[in-house]
């Protein structure tokens, strides 16, 4: 059984690895299985970028262009601002001395002077990556994620979702051959998931009856075995006439079919509830996401770049709203071991920014984004920032 804090701790703690729920969501937020800092700064726009470890997860045709290996070894935190004062309020109600009645009456009103508010965090307490020419390897023992949303249905409810992802992948990439006028690289990811899922309304009842808030028999967990197919295409430039003046932006067009099995966690490994359960944890969507890059021309110590990606194509939660994504991004290069990257972009319609420090092997990131979290027709922004400490080799 699980004590009333629990969730709240679960929001703060890589130790809730196998926490799951049911199968509904009650979020309509698109749950990405994979975000990195530097993406999300630009827009969340990286589908014809992919030059960087992470690209065995945003496309995996960019370790076919890759020259050298690199190890990347990080700890990534996030969440929206307010998150810590709602828990710490919440603490406070749970360690008092009140009855019962009095304890359903306080977690009421806090639930009621928060309505409107969506509460995000997202741990990753340590991530590996091994890329290089061609392929990689990448292994993420825990990926939490919580949302929180305060809700009036019935009465005042917190929807809570919570995803608990363990992955393990392996990325091949290459170019096709006999390619005229342009290269064209391909690649895949596979990735072994287990999935933990919980996703239901909590009303103030439920916080005050007792320790049986989220019972084991509602937890809901499985694995899966994917791959995601991606794409890079940059065309060979004449070099002279109307199209000679594109040279120096070396477009480039990217696609990625991810999830392509769908397969869903049907498949259990037990390790939270060994009595058997009914459902099975949200499934890995099949979507499509599209995009282009196009360069800056590079001057002294600067260059940069800018990308426009059409993302989760197929998601039921899918609208053109939540789909384009618009970036740019500028570095600028002292030597190879110092340099920096600032970022700007629309995520979902909201501002995203973000910037990057590298300094030999330790490399700092740092995002602020929005998820959209209302309805298909009402726009509800839910502000994150997120860093990532990175040792990179």
Known sequence: MFNRGFLFLAVLSAMITTVSAQAESVSTTIHHHYQAPRALGMGDAFVAVANDYSAMFYNPAGLARREDG??????????????????NEFSDIDKSSQTDQQKQQ????????????VYSMRIAPMEGFWVRPNWGIALIPADVSVEMAMHQQVGPTVNTTVYADTTLALSYADDVKGI?????????????????????PISSTDFA???????????????TIDADIGFLWTPE????????????????????????????????LKLLNKEGQNGAPEKLHRVVDIGTRWEYPSMWIFGGRGVLDVRDLGHPDFNWRKGVHLGFEFDWTVSTWWKGHYRVGLKESFWTAGISAELGIFNLDFASYAD??????????SRV??????LDF
Do not use: C
């Open 180 to 200: 005229d006028h342009g290269r064209l690289s391909w690649g895949v990811t596979g990735k072994f998931v287990n999935r933990g899922f919980y996703s239901r």
């Open 70 to 87: 690199q190890i990347n070894l990080s700890l990534t935190a996030g969440g929206t601002p307010g998150a810590m004062d709602f828990y």
């Open 237 to 268: 430039l004449p070099d002279s006439g109307l199209w000679s003046v594109l040279r120096l932006a070396s477009p480039t067009v990217g696609l990625v079919v991810r999830n392509v099995a769908e397969t869903g966690f049907g498949s259990s």
């Open 209 to 223: 009856n007792g320790d049986e808030i989220i019972k084991k028999e509602d937890m809901l967990e499985g694995y």
């Open 385 to 390: 920032y997120m860093t990532r400490l990175n």
């Open 106 to 117: 306080a977690y009421l009103e806090l639930i009621e002077k928060n309505y409107g508010e």
């Open 372 to 381: 959209d979290v209302g309805t298909r027709n009402t726009p509800v922004e």
